[in-house]
């Protein structure tokens, strides 16, 4: 049965998905337990090592990079859920190396592109980090509608013909095992989102330096530590774009970031709906599997409708990136609307979802071996951050009046 219309994926696109799939039912799924256990990440680094392979992270570049045809938003987006089926961490440190990476294309930065996106094409893995949040200012980067980038702590001024960056980062994703890094600064905190620059470091620039990893109760497969930036030096080149520019490409990316954050839970939803549908078939109460109870089945019908209706709208939000010439760009308080519906509506009904599973699967949905428990912790998370649910439905009201 196909999981999606024709409208947002062809029949020749469909095998792509269906290898990542594949590779998740045979590399990921077996392990899902194992990624917790791993602190050095040499499992991780195998599994991200076999989906680059497949050439997941590249087929979002410029043909004139990857060689290969450039995958659409919802393409994308369907292998993050794919992914993040198996594992969400792995998903998450997969999309976040293309988040990192998609200010320099959407900034049509050339000089960044031919130095770094080459490296990013090879068979080896390779992680970039895209940088916003810090330690003082909580959702205030992602609040843009409202303050404008102005309480935006890291700063960047112009030397000459470079970037000299002082500040701290803090919670992003691949943070402190990542090759590149993309740093979200202010020039001049007067001059609000005029004064938004995004500034690309590497990780081996002199003044890089990074703090402890958090200990998380979930996405253990994606690293988060605080980068410390103390008088970095990077060539003026290494802007994204422009004044006014780079904070549209914040725009662009939060509202990517939520749709692909409602992927990735869609993806986490329906392995938490394989086990509890296993296990609800194996278990017997009063002579029958539990899910043949009607108070079971209900509740199973509940999760089925969720998951369904996350995922189509999610790919309609999706599909609609793909064609801003009929309904807006990405970074349109319209579409960012759109796309936070996507994220709070999907997060929302997983971590539901999650609560129901444990609740069928009772003392056993609690217990690591089971996985359900697993992918509640991981959800939960994705529930949280990009601005929360809070703020993420102040900014479905802003996409119908002014707030």
Not at 218 to 235: E, F, H, K, T
Not at 284 to 300: D, E, Q, T, Y
Request: glycine letters at 8%.
């Amino acid at each position: 049965m196909k999981e999606c219309l024709d409208i947002f994926i062809s029949d020749e696109d469909r095998p792509i998905v269906e290898s990542v799939r594949n590779f998740v039912n045979k590399e990921i799924i077996p392990v899902r337990e194992d990624i917790e256990k791993d602190k050095e990440h040499k499992l991780v680094g195998e599994i991200l090592h076999g989906l680059t392979k497949l050439g997941l992270i590249k087929a979002g570049f410029p043909e004139e990079y990857s060689e290969m045809k450039r995958l659409s938003a919802v393409e994308i987006f369907l292998i993050s859920e794919e992914v993040a089926r198996g594992d969400v961490g792995i998903a998450v440190a997969q999309a976040a190396t293309r988040w990192g990476l998609s200010p320099m294309m959407l900034g049509k930065n050339k000089v960044l592109m031919d130095k770094f996106l080459p490296i990013f094409c090879e068979d080896e893995p390779h992680l970039a980090c895209f940088a916003m949040t810090e330690e003082s200012s909580g959702c205030d980067i992602e609040n843009l509608s409202v303050l404008h980038g102005k309480t935006i702590k890291t700063r960047a001024t112009l030397e000459g013909d470079e970037w000299v960056i002082r500040g701290t980062k803090r919670f992003a994703s691949n943070s402190g095992v990542s090759d590149l890094y993309c740093i979200a600064c202010q020039t001049d905190p007067s001059q609000g989102e005029e004064g938004i620059a995004l500034i690309y470091v590497p990780a081996s620039a002199e003044g890089v330096s990074f703090g402890a990893f958090e200990n998380k109760a979930g996405l253990y497969a994606d690293r988060n530590c605080d980068i410390n930036l103390d008088d970095v030096r990077v060539p003026r080149e290494y802007r994204a774009s422009g004044p006014g520019e780079d904070a549209k490409i914040i725009r662009r990316n939060i509202t990517a970031g939520r749709v692909g954050s409602a992927a990735m839970v869609t993806g986490s939803a329906r392995g938490i709906f394989d086990e509890v549908l296993r296990y609800t078939g194996e278990r017997v109460v009063a002579g029958k599997p539990i899910r043949n109870h009607s108070m079971s089945a209900a509740l199973l019908a509940d999760m089925a409708i969720g998951i369904e209706t996350a995922k189509a709208y999610y790919l309609q939000v999706a599909y609609m990136l793909g064609h801003p010439e009929r309904y807006g760009e990405a970074s349109s308080d319209t579409m960012l609307s759109r796309a936070s519906i996507a994220k709070v509506y999907a997060t929302d009904v997983t971590v539901s979802i999650a609560n129901k599973a444990m609740e069928l699967m009772g003392s056993y949905g609690y217990m690591k071996n089971y996985n359900v428990e697993k992918y509640w912790r991981d959800s939960k998370e994705i529930q949280l951050w990009l601005g929360g649910a809070q703020l993420g439905r102040l900014d479905v009201a802003r996409g119908y009046y002014d707030l």
